[in-house]
């Protein structure tokens, strides 16, 4: 029997500059809706939000 992963990598993207900025482990079982968070943009050197991809 083959066992489904409970964690995948996902990649957060600066709204303001497109760029990929921070990689997660995230819970497939727990969280269903995708991630946004207010970080730093070292490209734009503020905080902005970041949105996940898949």
Do not use: G, P
């Amino acid at each position: 029997m083959h066992k489904t992963k409970s964690t995948r990598k996902i990649i957060l993207v600066c709204e303001d500059c497109l760029s990929r900025n921070y990689s997660l482990n995230k819970s497939n079982l727990t969280q269903k809706e995708r991630l946004e968070i207010k970080k730093f943009c070292s490209m734009c050197n503020k905080h902005t939000l970041h949105k996940e991809t898949r």
